[in-house]
């Protein structure tokens, strides 16, 4: 069962930022919130991970309240090629298990 | 340097067969965990090996079995294939076993198709 919750699915256009948010209320105190970006045929490719404020790389940020029940993932000015599923998942504790979701399939249009 | 390679990429096999998939995980990593893909479902965990020992098994039958060889690569092995093994298999590598801030990296997987 995942432990994380976000949209089936989102539409953009290119040039746009798209935020994709996801909620995970029973975070456990040492789980990190890590997100990967998965293309037909092809294995997911880690994004960004973060555990808590904001963590900012070369193509995405990940917001995460002082709560941390929820984190947005926001891709700044997305292209055709962001078009993709997107896994939010919790990781941590004695344990390298990752439980995907069902991920959010991000359509972005020209 | 190299990411995590698996090989074949794609099999085909009938209904009774075994199959065996190969990873090599990226260099440096210890920990190598297995995932199966269904079409339209995220992964699936299978297995995580860690140091040559098995160190979780997910809700698999005991046709699903691997192995971790010393150099770290690995197998998984599948027997008496169904027509619902068919998936993407999928292996991720890590630095360490217990790692919550060490992410996983993964393979492009092997196609596997039962006919």
């Known amino acids: 069962l995942a432990k994380t919750t976000q949209p089936i699915s989102m539409d953009s256009y290119e040039g746009q930022e798209v935020n994709i948010t996801c909620s995970h209320n029973n975070i456990a105190t040492n789980d990190y919130i890590t997100w990967y970006q998965q293309f037909p045929s092809q294995g997911p490719r880690f994004i960004i991970q973060g555990y808590k404020t904001k963590v900012t790389n070369e193509v995405a940020s990940l917001f995460i309240p002082a709560d941390r029940k929820s984190s947005t993932l926001s891709l700044p000015r997305v292209s055709l090629s962001d078009t993709a599923v997107y896994y939010c998942l919790t990781l941590g504790g004695a344990t390298n298990k990752l439980i995907f979701g069902t991920g959010t399939l991000l359509a972005v249009q020209p | 340097d190299a990411g995590v390679t698996q090989s074949p990429t794609h099999l085909i096999k009938t209904r009774g067969q075994h199959v065996t998939l190969r990873c090599s995980p990226i260099?440096?990593?210890?920990?190598v965990s297995w995932y199966q893909q269904v079409l339209g479902q995220g992964p699936q965990f299978i297995f995580q090996y860690y140091e040559k020992e098995e160190r979780g098994r997910g809700n698999f039958p005991d046709r699903f079995s691997a192995r971790q060889f010393p150099n770290y690569s690995s197998e998984l092995n599948v027997n008496a294939l169904l027509l619902g093994d068919s998936a993407l298999y999928l292996c991720?590598?890590?630095?360490?076993?217990?790692?919550?801030?060490?992410?996983?990296?993964f393979g492009d997987g092997t196609r596997l198709s039962i006919l």
């Open positions: 260099s440096g990593h210890k920990s």
């Open positions: 991720a590598s890590s630095r360490d076993y217990e790692a919550s801030n060490q992410p996983q990296h």
